[in-house]
């Protein structure tokens, strides 16, 4: 059918909460798959977000992970190479650091960030730009939701060590009222 990139242009709108929390639950099935298995997507972003609609008005909508084609199984926990797009992606992999898992979930917070805001948290024209923002500047968000603004702001730590892992984004209030 079309991805959720296509989708949020065609809305001209963002997602409310419950849209947003809709999407994440179904795709929480997948993501719970490749935590178990070490694996690490590397290219988590809007139009890898597979939409398949399930009504004639295309209100409603069934979501799918795509494009696994740079992902990898990291039996070591651990990931060097500098693959996916670049406004999603992690901080420790746009510093050409060792990175985990927990890489998906910075990119899964910009791109919660953006259904929730029609925009990326940082935009910049090069890696280094990128890099300066997110490291000097906090993205200012202030979803309606206080959970959600608590799930973003522990997604989008840049430092890795202190970002959220994915057995407690799971277990987030988010997801749990």
């Known amino acids: 059918d079309t991805n959720l990139s296509n989708v949020l242009k065609q809305r001209k709108s963002s997602f409310n909460v419950s849209e947003i929390k809709k999407i ?19 290219d988590l ?10 009504n004639s008005n295309k209100t409603e909508f069934d979501v799918k992970l795509g494009d696994f084609g740079v992902s990898t199984i990291n ?18 992999i746009l510093r050409g650091e060792i990175y985990t898992k927990t890489a998906d979930l910075w990119s899964l917070g910009v ?21 300066n923002l997110i490291e000097k500047i906090k993205p200012r968000f202030t979803p309606k939701d206080s959970k959600l603004a608590d799930l973003l702001k522990k997604m989008l730590k840049p430092n890795q060590q202190e970002r959220i892992n994915w057995e407690n984004y799971f277990q987030h209030p988010f997801f749990n009222d």
């Not at 972003?45 to 399930?54: A, F, G, M, P, S």
């Open 24 to 42: 994440l639950t179904q795709l929480n099935q997948v993501f719970h798959i490749m935590n178990v298995n070490n694996i690490i997507h590397r």
């Open 45 to 54: 972003k809007l139009d890898n977000i597979l939409v398949k609609y399930t």
């Open 75 to 92: 039996d070591s926990l651990f990931a060097q190479t500098q693959i996916g797009t670049v406004l999603t992606m992690a901080p420790e």
């Open 111 to 131: 791109i919660i960030y953006q259904m929730h805001f029609n925009q990326y948290p940082f935009i910049a024209n090069t890696q280094i730009q990128l890099l």
